[in-house]
């Protein structure tokens, strides 16, 4: 258990001592929010993001960059050492190295992707008039990530199965791999889509991480603990800046990545039906979302003044710490009750 925490105390106080000369960086390099310009997934301009976005302008972008990288080094570490001082693991050497691969290649190859959108917004937004990556192309390459991610969690651990708490297990074969793919992209752009106000997806995902931390570590699942561990301390340090008024935004390489990563973790655990519960507050944003999409597309018309949902609170008037602290409430009842689902038989 003491490794555990000492994990986290060492992510904390690495990314802390980082992240203010890493600010300074961004500055330096002009890795910073411009003023935006930005359209929905039809290509129509969306002014009512943009006038409750734009005073952000100039703030530097890149929080998920550096704890992304710091996360890595750190679980490296005390991975490598949990292995060589664990004389009893050479049976479960299979499973162990999979389950790090897995986990590993989401954090990093959606973290690409995010970089790569981010970069696109930032230098070149203005030579493609559209803020970033096209959505659909953005999906494209989201779900050949996510079907490779999927395979390999249906492949190599094994995992074929999905728990419905009160109901039972039930055994889907090859048809997980759709599903886990589904799950994958619908939490990677439910975290992107959150990541609108001052420490609203930091905090979400530091308290959703946290009764995940719970349960791996409830069955002995050390990999994936320590994995939490070394991300929850960087992204406790983070959120200490990124708090309203933020000094650093997170950017799609952060998002993009701790969203599918998030998602992936709740698979590994078999917790794929309390996934959506802990991470409720990700939830409501991403159906009303596409539900704002769907009625465009099918209604000709807006199912709600604006989507996703923390931006209809800002424009029926709630301040920006008022939405994040509320809202950090409501996780923390949707993670109590994710919590009995997951520990229900």
């Known amino acids: 258990?003491?490794?555990?925490?000492?994990?986290?105390?060492?992510?904390?106080?690495?990314?802390?001592?980082?992240?203010?000369?890493?600010?300074?960086?961004?500055?330096?390099?002009?890795?910073?929010?411009?003023?935006?310009?930005?359209?929905?997934?039809?290509?129509?301009?969306?002014?009512?993001?943009?006038?409750?976005?734009?005073?952000?302008?100039?703030?530097?972008?890149?929080?998920?960059?550096?704890?992304?990288?710091?996360?890595?080094?750190?679980?490296?570490?005390?991975?490598?050492?949990?292995?060589?001082?664990?004389?009893?693991?050479?049976?479960?050497?299979?499973?162990?190295?999979?389950?790090?691969?897995?986990?590993?290649?989401?954090?990093?190859?959606?973290?690409?992707?995010?970089?790569?959108?981010?970069?696109?917004?930032?230098?070149?937004?203005?030579?493609?008039?559209?803020?970033?990556?096209?959505?659909?192309?953005?999906?494209?390459?989201?779900?050949?990530?996510?079907?490779?991610?999927?395979?390999?969690?249906?492949?190599?651990?094994?995992?074929?199965?999905?728990?419905?708490?009160?109901?039972?297990?039930?055994?889907?074969?090859?048809?997980?791999?759709?599903?886990a793919a589904f799950v994958i992209i619908s939490f990677a752009n439910a975290v992107n889509i959150t990541d609108g106000l001052d420490g609203l997806a930091g905090g979400i995902l530091m308290i959703a991480l946290m009764s995940f931390w719970t349960i791996a570590r409830s069955i002995l699942d050390s990999p994936t603990s320590i994995f939490i561990a070394s991300w929850l301390g960087g992204l406790i340090a983070f959120l200490y800046f990124n708090i309203y008024p933020a000094r650093i935004f997170l950017g799609d390489t952060g998002s993009l990545s701790f969203g599918a990563t998030f998602a992936v973790i709740g698979l590994v655990l078999g917790k794929a039906f309390a996934l959506p519960v802990i991470g409720g507050i990700f939830l409501i944003e991403i159906l009303s979302s596409l539900i704002q999409i769907l009625s465009k597309k099918f209604r000709k018309k807006k199912a709600f003044p604006v989507a996703p949902f923390h931006l209809w609170l800002q424009l029926i008037g709630w301040e920006e710490p008022k939405i994040v602290m509320r809202l950090w409430i409501i996780e923390i009842i949707f993670v109590f009750i994710g919590l009995m689902f997951a520990f229900s038989k």
Not at 49 to 73: A, E, S, Y
Not at 94 to 115: N, Q, W, Y
Not at 127 to 149: D, N, P, S, T, V
């Open 1 to 179: 258990m003491a490794v555990y925490f000492l994990t986290v105390f060492v992510s904390f106080v690495f990314n802390f001592v980082l992240i203010v000369p890493f600010i300074n960086f961004l500055y330096k390099i002009k890795i910073q929010r411009l003023k935006q310009e930005t359209k929905d997934i039809f290509n129509k301009p969306t002014p009512i993001f943009d006038r409750f976005h734009n005073h952000k302008q100039g703030k530097p972008v890149g929080g998920g960059m550096l704890i992304t990288l710091t996360t890595i080094i750190i679980f490296s570490f005390f991975i490598s050492m949990y292995v060589f001082f664990n004389k009893k693991l050479d049976l479960n050497y299979p499973s162990i190295f999979s389950e790090i691969k897995i986990l590993l290649f989401t954090f990093i190859s959606f973290a690409c992707l995010g970089v790569y959108d981010d970069l696109t917004k930032i230098f070149f937004w203005q030579k493609k008039h559209f803020f970033g990556i096209r959505m659909r192309h953005k999906l494209i390459i989201e779900i050949i990530l996510a079907l490779i991610i999927s395979f390999w969690l249906y492949n190599e651990l094994k995992i074929d199965i999905i728990h419905i708490p009160f109901i039972g297990v039930f055994e889907i074969g090859w048809w997980y791999i759709i599903f």
